[in-house]
């Protein structure tokens, strides 16, 4: 091999003469061997590298297209209609945003973001995005959300929505039916399928759901034959800075996703003005999706620059191009033509000089690749055949294209939702659509007749294409489920063994993965947890989900349940990422619909590290409609005790509960998790109905009791009475307990028999759905006041008890004082306001106050509060329980 000296000796005689004929010879391999090139230019490197030389490599490209003009294809489609049929989408989808607005000042909506977007989803629509009548499954598109009008519109000639629809946009409570103002199923069950506009988050999903269909590839539910779906994502540049959206890019890369397709549309603005003023947005995300191991296609500019890059032999368009930043391109777009060949072209002369022949309308209308039919198709084709990365296709546009002095790039342009009857003429008049001057001034929708070319053409290829998109069916498959017995274990108590509801969980989950119904479709979600929720004898069991199955020996082979990792594994393991976690279980919790494949997901994670964290994922959960089984684990501010302050968590039941399609049960004992997940599985996957389950696990172990009789509706509904107090004693209190906590109130049971009172303990599985229940029944009465009023399931519970009630658990307070108004004599509450300690669970549970002393002495003073009893028992029960009246608060 060749010293290093030697190569920097050669490399130094590059700037002679020797260096012009290296140059040469690169110059004519350029010449002769286009296709090698890529391989000879790695191979040179490689070699360098080798001799020790480390030569940068950029990440970046020049500022040009990726595809040479003379590799484009031709185009396929007739562009004439086609332009039409944009021109009408466009013109419906301005009118729409601003007749609302006009009605209603406030009701908002957005005419640029489409507008910049038109060509780079017409080209999709006319050649590429497949629909749910083809064979196989649809391509899965995440369409951006705040172009919605540019959908809604579409659907309009489609024939699929009617001008009452779109008149009704954002006013969904309407007769005959509104328009959601973005992507939500929750609203559109049968045209959305993937919400958007939360900014990050559809980019986040479409990477998971791409990676899902491989999965379900993999372990055999979509057919090999079967056509693969693609999943293209419509990502905003401005969207593009959430860290979601950039944070798992390297998955789609090393998982070779090549069913994956992102266009960030680079419209160079986001709403309150450039993205990068100073820098380049695309050049930026090249760099980084690059590195990331993308196939990265840069559409940047149009056809008509192509000329000019022929007669660029010296590059210094290219370089001029470099130069300029995005806040000089946004300034580009706003200006005459006169001003860019001043600034723009001018800055040389003998760049000026190539632009002579062009009038200043010319340089004017020099195109954006992204509102080039041509060149998109380009990107399209190439991305749609790509093999073995995800492609992200850079398309530069301009925001507000087409509405000239309205907004067309300007900074206001994001919040432009009006047009003054000259700028509807100018649009009109550049888009070339049929409406008269007498009509202008209404604005309104315009529809070629169905026997015209325009709808013709546009419903042939939507039919080739198999059919329209959006659109969200629903397959449910019917499941066998486990039968009644299956749980029978569960019931049971566990004599002396003692055990976690972690544990017990784990139990029911393993069972459930050996069942011949249901076990192959269960998706068992895990953030790099297994280990701590006793779950790594899963990955043995089922295996861990790579594609590349396992090439390596794991360093515990020789133990029997060792990290095994297979290309047909059952579970997905996602490393320490929440958010990625989050998205794995959407898409498998929505497969019933989007792939009419059924899917089972239990996605199990440290209960601080979900709602907390991540909870806008949950709430995209509820809007997409998913089912599944969310297991926050190592719950309980004080159950959870050495871990402290940012790991003990007592308020996700209060994050969770704002989500309305959420069930959010604290279960205490291995029979209650029974009962929830037996009613889950039914609810969601024999009933249909689209929610999903949130349960917190503990990680205390004690026994497991017995089941008490009849306490399944109670379960259910999110309160039974666990434990009847003694008799014949002379007070007498109701003690309301959650989760492991519970136990505490079974000890406060006991101590407070010495005080003469007869404790009964209840178990509060879920305070969410006994609110819900109690606020549905009043308002019931409310709006029928001359009928016999309805009680609620915790009023007809409560109302026969007698005594004062208190509730305890390892939640905030306000968790279980969700049901105070409807508990007869009011509520005393214990919880773990504040933010958590490190210590040993009896400590903790004595500083948030929720131990059984705290308890017992919280009935006592209730009952002396009702002058029940003597305010001298409560100071007695103070002392002897050693409790201390100046501590301070534990929420300080
Ligand atoms: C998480 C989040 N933050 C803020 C917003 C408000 N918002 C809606 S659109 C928008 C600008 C989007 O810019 P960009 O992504 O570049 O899209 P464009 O309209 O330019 O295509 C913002 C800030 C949001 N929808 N979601
Ligand atoms: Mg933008």
């Known amino acids: 091999m060749e010293s290093k000296e030697n190569i920097e000796l050669k490399l130094s005689k590059l700037n002679g003469a020797e260096g012009e004929e290296w140059v ?16 000879f230019l790695e191979k040179l490197w ?14 970046h490209t020049p500022y040009v297209n990726t595809i040479p003009c003379d590799e484009e294809p031709d185009y396929p489609g007739n562009r004439e209609i086609e332009r039409r049929i944009k021109s009408y989408i466009r013109w419906n989808a301005m009118a729409m945003v601003v007749k609302a607005n006009r009605v209603h000042g406030g009701l908002g909506g957005h005419i640029s973001t489409y507008a910049s977007l038109a060509t780079l989803y017409e080209v999709g629509f006319n050649h590429f995005f497949r629909g749910p009548d083809g064979p196989g499954p649809a391509d899965m598109v995440f369409f951006q959300g705040h172009a919605s009008p540019g959908n809604y519109a579409r659907a309009y000639l489609e024939g699929r929505l009617t001008e009452r629809n779109l008149h009704n946009f954002r006013q969904e409570l309407q007769e005959g039916g509104g328009l959601s103002s973005y992507p939500h199923p929750y609203l559109m069950p049968t045209f959305w399928q993937f919400p958007s506009v939360s900014m990050g988050l559809a980019p986040i999903v479409s990477i998971y759901q791409a990676r899902f269909n491989r999965y379900l590839k993999a372990r055999g539910f979509i057919k090999d034959a079967e056509r693969e779906p693609k999943v293209w994502c419509f990502v905003g540049d401005g969207e593009s800075d959430e860290p979601e959206s950039r944070g798992c890019i390297s998955l789609a890369a090393r998982e070779k996703l090549d069913n994956l397709i992102w266009v960030i549309n680079c419209n160079l603005q986001r709403l309150d003005g450039p993205v990068r003023g100073n820098d380049k947005i695309i050049q930026e995300l090249e760099g980084q999706f690059r590195g990331a191991g993308w196939n990265v296609l840069k559409v940047i500019w149009g056809s008509d620059w192509d000329a000019l890059f022929k007669k660029d032999t010296k590059g210094l368009l290219v370089k001029r191009m470099e130069e300029a ?21 001018g800055k040389d002369p003998e760049l ?16 954006r690749g992204g509102h080039d039919v041509k060149k998109v198709y380009a990107a399209y084709k190439a991305a749609s055949e790509h093999k073995g990365q995800p492609t992200v296709i850079l398309a530069k546009t301009v925001k507000g294209y087409g509405l000239g002095e309205a907004g067309e790039g300007r900074n206001i342009t994001h919040q432009q939702k009006k047009l003054n009857e000259k700028e509807l003429r100018e649009f009109r008049e550049r888009f070339d659509i049929p409406i008269s001057d007498e009509d202008i001034a209404d604005t309104p929708f315009y529809r070629p007749a169905d026997t015209s070319p325009e709808i013709s053409y546009l419903l042939e290829r939507r039919k080739t294409l198999g059919g329209f998109l959006p659109q969200r069916r629903v397959h449910n498959e019917k499941l066998d489920l486990p039968n009644a017995d299956f749980y029978n274990e569960f019931y049971k108590a566990s004599g002396d063994a003692e055990a976690s509801t972690t544990m017990a969980f784990v139990k029911i989950l393993t069972k459930m993965l050996r069942h011949a119904g249901i076990g192959r479709r269960v998706v068992p979600i895990i953030p790099d947890e297994a280990r701590t929720f006793g779950m790594d004898a899963l990955f043995r069991q089922i295996g861990i989900y790579s594609p590349k199955g396992q090439l390596y020996e794991p360093v515990d082979r020789e133990s029997l349940l060792y990290y095994q990792e297979a290309k047909d594994g059952q579970i997905l393991e996602e490393g320490i990422n929440e958010a990625g976690s989050m998205s794995s279980f959407i898409a498998a919790g929505t497969s019933y619909a989007n792939l009419g494949t059924t899917m089972l997901p ?27 089984f969310l297991l926050g684990a190592t719950a309980g501010r004080t159950t959870l005790n050495g871990e402290g302050l940012q790991h003990q968590d007592g308020h996700s039941h209060l994050l969770a509960s704002t989500i309305p399609s959420v069930l959010s049960y604290d279960p205490a004992f291995a029979y209650e998790i029974a009962v929830i997940i037996e009613e889950g599985l039914h609810r969601m996957y024999e009933k249909n109905e689209e929610i999903f389950y949130y349960l917190t696990l503990h990680n205390e172990n004690y026994p497991m009791p017995d089941m008490p009789k009849g306490a399944r509706e109670g379960i259910l509904k999110g309160l039974y009475k666990f434990k009847t107090g003694a008799p014949n004693l002379p007070h007498k209190a109701q ?59 915790v009023e007809t519970l409560l109302e026969k008890e007698k005594g004062v009630f208190v509730s305890v658990s390892d939640n905030m307070k306000i968790v279980a004082d ?25 400590e903790l549970r004595r500083f948030f106050e929720v131990d059984a002393e705290s308890t017992v002495v919280a009935t006592l003073y209730t009952l002396a509060e009702k002058k029940l009893i003597e305010r001298s028992v409560v100071a007695n029960a103070i002392t002897d329980l050693q409790l201390d009246p100046k501590k301070a608060h534990p929420w300080i």
Do not use: C
Request: proline fraction near 4%; avoid cysteine.
């Open 24 to 39: 040469e010879s690169m110059e004519k391999m350029l010449r002769f061997a286009t296709d090698q090139n890529p391989y």
């Open 46 to 59: 490689q070699r360098l590298e080798q001799a020790g030389l480390h030569i940068p490599r950029s990440v």
């Open 325 to 345: 930043v995005d806040g000089d391109y946004q300034k580009y777009s706003v200006e005459p033509g006169s001003y860019t060949r001043k600034h723009f072209f």
């Open 352 to 367: 000026a000089a190539m632009v002579n022949h062009l009038s200043d309308e010319q340089i004017q209308k020099l195109l």
């Open 602 to 628: 239990f996605y199990i994670f440290y209960s601080m590290f979900g709602f907390q964290r991540i909870g806008d994922l949950m709430w995209l959960a509820g809007d997409i409609r998913a089912k599944g």
């Open 735 to 793: 003690i309301i307990g959650s989760g492991a906590i519970l136990r505490e109130a079974l000890r406060a049971q006991e101590i407070l028999t010495k005080y003469g009172v007869s404790a009964d303990v209840w178990s509060a599985t879920n305070y969410k759905e006994l609110r819900t229940d109690a606020l549905n029944a009043r308002r019931w009465n409310m709006l029928n006041p001359s009928q016999a009023p309805k009680k609620s399931y």
């Open 818 to 842: 969700q049901i105070a108004p409807w508990v007869p004599g009011g509520l005393m509450t214990l919880g773990t306001d504040g933010f958590g300690r490190s210590d040993t669970r009896t």
